[in-house]
C-alpha cells in the first residue's frame, strides 16, 4: 500500500478500533528500487512519517537499523 504523507494520519485513525493497541504494529519501509536522485524526497517523508506517528504517541523502531 502506498499513502500520501497527507494521508497517514486519516489512514492511522481508519485501523481497526478493536485492535488491541499494545500488539498493532505498522511496517513501513524505504523503496530499494527508487532511483538515486528520489531518495533524498524519500528520506525526508520517511522523517515526517516517524515525526507524525511519534505525535500520535507511537514508538517508532526504524529496521534494519541505520
Same mark, same amino acid.
Given at each position: 500500500?502506498?499513502? #500520501? *504523507? $497527507? +494521508? !497517514?494520519?486519516?489512514? %492511522? $485513525?481508519?485501523?481497526? *478500533?478493536?485492535? +488491541?493497541?499494545?500488539? #498493532? @504494529? /505498522?511496517? @513501513?519501509?524505504?523503496? *530499494?528500487?527508487?532511483? *538515486?536522485?528520489?531518495?533524498? &524526497?524519500?528520506? #525526508?517523508?520517511? &522523517?515526517? %512519517?516517524?515525526?507524525? %506517528? !511519534? +505525535? %500520535?504517541?507511537? /514508538? @517508532? +523502531?526504524?529496521?534494519?537499523? #541505520?
Amino acid at each position: 500500500m502506498q499513502l #500520501r *504523507p $497527507a +494521508d !497517514n494520519a486519516q489512514s %492511522l $485513525a481508519a485501523l481497526s *478500533p478493536s485492535a +488491541d493497541r499494545q500488539v #498493532r @504494529v /505498522i511496517a @513501513v519501509s524505504e523503496s *530499494p528500487q527508487a532511483s *538515486p536522485k528520489d531518495r533524498p &524526497k524519500i528520506r #525526508r517523508n520517511f &522523517k515526517a %512519517l516517524i515525526q507524525q %506517528l !511519534n +505525535d %500520535l504517541g507511537l /514508538i @517508532v +523502531d526504524e529496521w534494519p537499523t #541505520r
